[in-house]
């Protein structure tokens, strides 16, 4: 997919009489190769932004479209698949399991999936590609932060997808660790061309993307282009 594009994307949470609008009216299209921070304060709807993008989320309002094909009105099904031909997402917390080694939890997304290539050989192929051909069959528990972050993008970027979703990737890492982490998802950038979408809290780790979306009160508030175009 070389597009996605949303429309009046909003979405609200209601209980207890209380409503909580996570984000309001956002129209935003981003194309494959883009590498585009989203930046705000916490609570500002980044996350939510993400999700939805990503289709781990559903809006209360508005579509979106990857090739102008309205995601939403899929199957779930088809939803699952398309996310996972087109999306690898990275979490703040790496959501490793446990108690898999770095090589089982690379091939996880890959189980039950049928694949025209070499499950092991590609999981040994990103590994490679993260700079941990050494650390296969470590624990995450025998890892360092840095390091557990490269598995999850090792295990996102599995599938081949063309888009990477990253929501506060170097949240949990000290600021070296995370200039390693964004390194990274630059030359995956570069050397893939996939679309980086990723959120941050820093400003200057924002201000490196070529584009700079700055969310407040789940309303974009600008849509920027960055240092690096
Ligand atoms: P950010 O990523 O910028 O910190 P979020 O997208 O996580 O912001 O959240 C935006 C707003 O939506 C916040 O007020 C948050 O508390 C609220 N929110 C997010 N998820 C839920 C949920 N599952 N239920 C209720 N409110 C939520
Ligand atoms: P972030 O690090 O992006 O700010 P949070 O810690 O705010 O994330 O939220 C983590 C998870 O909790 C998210 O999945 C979000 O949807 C959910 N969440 C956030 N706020 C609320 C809320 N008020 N009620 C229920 N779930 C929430």
């Not at 099904?77 to 703040?92: L, N, P, V």
Request: glycine letters at 8%.
């Amino acid at each position: 997919v070389n597009m996605i594009e949303c429309k009046n994307l909003t979405r609200f949470y209601e209980g207890d009489g209380t409503k909580t609008i996570a984000l309001r009216d956002v129209n935003l299209s981003f194309m494959k190769g883009e590498f585009t921070a989203i930046i705000g304060p916490s609570g500002s709807g980044k996350s939510t932004l993400l999700s939805l993008l990503g289709t781990l989320d559903k809006p209360s309002e508005g579509t979106i479209a990857y090739d102008n094909e309205e995601i939403l009105k899929k199957s779930k099904s088809k939803i699952a698949d398309f996310r996972f031909q087109e999306i690898g997402f990275i979490f703040q917390q790496f959501h490793l399991l446990p108690t898999l080694t770095a090589l089982e939890n690379v091939l996880t997304p890959l189980f039950s999936r049928k694949v025209p290539y070499n499950k092991l050989e590609r999981a040994i192929e990103v590994l490679e590609q993260v700079g941990l051909q050494d650390k296969e069959n470590s624990l995450p528990s025998q890892l360092s932060g840095g390091q557990q972050q490269r598995v999850a993008i090792a295990r996102a970027i599995v599938h081949k997808p063309s888009w990477l979703l990253a929501d506060e990737p170097t949240g949990n890492l000290d600021t070296e660790t995370g200039e390693r982490i964004y390194d990274l998802l630059r030359e995956l950038n570069e050397q893939e061309g996939c679309g980086v979408l990723f959120v941050t809290h820093d400003p200057a780790l924002a201000a490196k993307a070529n584009r700079i979306i700055t969310m407040k009160d789940g309303i974009m508030l600008s849509d920027k282009v960055g240092a690096t175009p």
